[in-house]
């Protein structure tokens, strides 16, 4: 009898074998000791246990499962990532080190007597979240026992169960691994946009262009860019506006918008004052133009333009045509006003001063250089010089 009850073991080490054995199979549930290898090293009369990646062969002394884990799911920081590893089990292990840490983050919201496990908080955890989901039936959302890699994380409308500021919704997206990586697969632009396609649209533009005698300069504007992009939204099939649209309603909304513009700066006008400016000019049809500008901090923009080719440009008519220009911008924003250096032009520039006193006139310093460097050249040394140089 003493030696059958030698040969067998007593309760205390019946427990203590069961107790090893399940510490054991808890430890080896890990999802990434499925990718590893046990290598026992000798280091000096020391045995001791390093974890080899499957992948790449590379040896983890210290650290555990959860280093390796950190391995597989590159995390940087800490361990050095495998650059072997499959794209899917990257992504488990990433899922899983997430799980694991709003786990923790939960357990420890909810105090100590918190147990993940029992069926009554689960049973908790279900209701909130269908009474959540009846509440507002368009989020989309995935119930408790559609994904266990995430350690039945319940996705809630930014509150957890007790009532506290949680995390937003997760998209349906972080749910599944990426199937491809940047530049593994081409996509629909690359391929509708290849290299003859580009080329064979650039020549369609050019031959319009050319056909209709546009100048090249024309793809300088600001608005070509804009056109192109209008059009490709349109997709195929598209009908451009034809002649009479655009000469008739296109071109008067294009001018009534302009209108609004110039008049969005009117604020600027009478917050800061202004300044009116006359650029007379002749045309290649012999007409003689006066335009005239309104400039602030804001910007300058284009106010109108005269045609004075059959009235005479005297003192008299100018003044009149400025003091016009002067009431439509309105004379109490007009701080300055400048005109040519002609003599016409003084005349009419000192009546202003005359009659509204809040403004002053000045001759254009770029029409005053125009006629100095002209004096200049009617010089006998200088125009002998200029001669030969032509």
């Known amino acids: 009898m003493a030696s059958v009850e030698g040969s067998m073991p007593s309760m205390d080490d019946s427990s203590n074998t069961s107790s090893t054995q399940i510490t054991g199979v808890r430890g080896?549930?890990?999802?990434?000791?499925?990718?590893?290898?046990?290598?026992?090293?000798?280091?000096?009369?020391?045995?001791?246990?390093?974890?080899?990646?499957?992948?790449?062969?590379?040896?983890?002394?210290?650290?555990?499962?959860?280093?390796?884990?950190?391995?597989?799911?590159?995390?940087?920081g800490e361990v050095e990532p495998c650059r072997k590893v499959p794209a899917d089990i990257r992504h488990q292990m990433i899922q899983n080190i997430q799980a694991i840490s709003e786990k923790k983050k939960r357990t420890k919201e909810m105090g100590e007597d918190y147990n993940p496990f029992s069926a009554r908080h689960k049973e908790h955890e279900e209701q909130v979240y269908y009474r959540q989901l009846g509440e507002d039936d368009d989020i989309q959302e995935i119930p408790p026992s559609s994904n266990k890699s995430t350690g039945n994380v319940l996705p809630t409308r930014g509150k957890n169960i007790e009532g506290g500021k949680g995390k937003q919704l997760e998209t349906i997206r972080n749910y599944f691994m990426p199937r491809t990586t940047p530049g593994a697969q081409p996509t629909i632009k690359s391929l509708l946009q290849n290299k003859e396609a580009v080329e064979r649209c650039?020549?369609?533009?050019?031959?319009?262009?050319?056909?209709a005698c546009v100048p090249f300069n024309a793809v300088n504007s600001k608005y070509y860019q804009c056109m192109i992009d209008a059009i490709a939204s349109m997709g195929p099939g598209y009908k451009a506006p034809n002649f009479h649209s655009v000469r008739g309603y296109l071109l008067t909304k294009n001018v009534d918008e302009v209108k609004k513009y110039v008049e969005s700066f009117r604020a600027t006008w009478k917050k800061t004052g202004c300044t009116i400016m006359a650029d007379g000019w002749t045309d290649q049809c012999r007409r003689t133009l006066i335009n005239f500008l309104v400039y602030c901090p804001r910007g300058t923009v284009f106010l109108k333009s005269v045609d004075a080719s059959d009235t005479s440009k005297t003192a008299?008519?100018?003044?009149?045509?400025?003091?016009?220009?002067?009431?439509?911008?309105?004379?109490?924003?007009?701080?300055?006003?400048?005109?040519?250096n002609a003599a016409n032009y003084v005349a009419a520039g000192k009546k202003l001063e005359q009659d509204f006193p809040t403004l002053f006139w000045s001759p254009c310093a770029a029409h005053c250089l125009n006629l100095i460097m002209q004096d200049i050249g009617k010089l006998v040394s200088v125009k002998n010089t200029v001669a030969h140089a032509a």
């Not at 390093?50 to 959860?66: D, E, Q, R, V």
């Not at 650039?202 to 056909?211: E, R, S």
């Not at 008299?316 to 040519?340: A, Q, R």
Request: proline letters at 2%; one cysteine or more.
């Open 28 to 76: 080896k549930s890990d999802p990434a000791w499925n990718h590893c290898r046990e290598a026992p090293e000798l280091s000096g009369n020391t045995k001791r246990m390093k974890l080899a990646c499957l992948y790449c062969g590379k040896s983890f002394a210290s650290g555990g499962i959860n280093r390796f884990k950190q391995h597989l799911a590159g995390v940087k």
């Open 202 to 211: 650039d020549l369609a533009v050019a031959k319009w262009m050319i056909d």
């Open 316 to 340: 008299d008519m100018l003044y009149k045509l400025f003091k016009e220009i002067v009431m439509s911008v309105g004379f109490e924003n007009v701080v300055h006003v400048v005109t040519d």
